[in-house]
């Protein structure tokens, strides 16, 4: 076996089809997001605005993330020194999990290093506790969902994206005293769509199914304190399982589940995810806690992120752009081809400044790849003006058609 030339053969394919990823060498200046400086290859550097973070509020760069980061590592140094079970618990971790309790209204929540790896260890998990669970999953879930029920050994059965009434077709198939698991998201990140959270819960009720959702992409930004679409709507005790990030709205690193106090001591007790991997360091944990209590009372913020969300959406209409727009903070533009995609995204890049990174396929299907912005309350009308007439201008060079609004 020839390795080497396997490796070319696979990452040769990548190249030929325009979907071969490239690393941007960011410098973040603390401050001044979502500017920061762009490292070339060659060691020269070019000052850009960032339209692809998921960094939604800036908080990455607010005071009182950084200085509870800043008190922490003074007090106790960095790293955890230990998994959780074995000297990797600190009074950090504690305030982070009941910082989490409360911002969804449960009993308990388990940290993990990543919002992958909390949904991976306990969709994988749950057929242990459960034996012959049948999990539910929407097709365009995460691929950390997925991986999670695919490893999971138990049966699965995939319903339509969003489609309720299949989602009943598949529950009246099964057997009706099978544990059963609906497994959904609440914002899907490609396109902006919300998931039908109530009408889930209705037929969770109905066939005795537990619930499971990924907030990844809307806590800290939707409900009155941040607990997300769920708690926007009223909804969160409807919910078994609660998924959440650190890493986006909050602006920090790592992922949690929250749900009833015994399902998370069965979760952090037989899922290996949790058991074997060193905690989440006390400063980080010390960020994340800040950064959560902050946004339970910073409604403002959350107001400007979706009112910057809105303008931008309603210019790239304007120019009849083929934007996907289903309420939500996300502003996909779609191109519809791996190689004008990238093409675009390094013309935005060399020739404006503007960092978007091209989404292609596994991400998003073939034929559906796109750029997407992700405005937050820091980019401005300056900002915004200069994506617009960059997107104009280069729309217009590609010869790439305009269009109706496409969502």
């Not at 199914?209 to 997300?228: F, Q, S």
């Not at 078994?240 to 920090?252: C, E, M, R, S």
């Not at 007439?389 to 280069?394: G, K, Q, V």
């Amino acid at each position: 076996m020839d390795y080497s030339a396997k490796l070319d053969d696979a990452l040769n394919s990548l190249h030929e089809e325009g979907r071969y990823r490239t690393f941007i060498d960011i410098v973040r200046e603390k401050g001044n997001f979502p500017h920061a400086t762009w490292r070339r290859p060659d060691g020269s550097e070019t000052p850009i605005t960032v339209w692809c973070g998921n960094d939604y509020l800036g908080m990455g760069q607010h005071p009182v993330v950084t200085t509870a980061m800043h008190e922490a590592i003074d007090a106790t140094g960095a790293g955890s020194g230990g998994t959780r079970n074995i000297s990797g618990t600190t009074i950090y971790h504690k305030q982070l999990e009941a910082e989490l309790s409360d911002l969804h209204g449960k009993e308990a929540s388990l940290l993990f290093t990543s919002a992958y790896i909390a949904n991976d260890a306990t969709l994988s998990t749950l057929p242990k506790l459960f034996p012959g669970l049948i999990i539910y999953s929407d097709a365009l879930n995460h691929a950390s969902m997925i991986e999670g029920v695919r490893r999971n050994g138990g049966a699965k059965r995939i319903f339509r994206h969003n489609d309720v009434a299949h989602l009943r077709e598949l529950l009246e198939a099964d057997d009706p005293a099978a544990p059963k698991l609906i497994a959904f998201e609440s914002v899907y990140s490609m396109d902006g769509d919300f998931g039908p959270i109530a009408e889930i819960c209705d037929l969770a009720d109905e066939f005795g199914a537990l619930t499971y959702i990924d907030e990844v992409h809307a806590v800290g930004m939707y409900g009155p304190r941040g607990g997300g679409v769920t708690e926007r709507d009223n909804l969160a005790h409807r919910i078994d399982i609660i998924n959440g990030t650190l890493a986006k709205a909050y602006g920090v690193m790592g992922g949690y589940i929250a749900a009833s106090e015994k399902m998370c001591d069965a979760i952090r007790s037989y899922a290996p995810g949790f058991i074997f991997t060193t905690s989440l360091a006390p400063a980080v944990a010390a960020g994340a806690a800040a950064s959560v209590a902050h946004l339970k009372t910073d409604q403002a913020l959350r107001d400007l992120h979706q009112q910057q969300a809105k303008i931008l959406k309603l210019r790239l209409k304007g120019m009849g752009l083929p934007i996907v727009d289903h309420g939500s903070h996300i502003v996909p533009v779609i191109v519809g081809d791996p190689v004008h995609t990238k093409k675009l995204s390094d013309m935005l890049l060399e020739a404006h400044g503007i960092y978007v990174q091209p989404i292609n396929y596994p991400t998003v299907p073939r034929g559906t790849e796109r750029l997407r912005f992700t405005p937050s309350p820091v980019h401005g009308p300056k900002e915004i003006d200069a994506l617009v007439n960059a997107m104009d201008a280069l729309w217009s060079h590609c010869a790439l058609n305009r269009a109706e609004l496409a969502g």
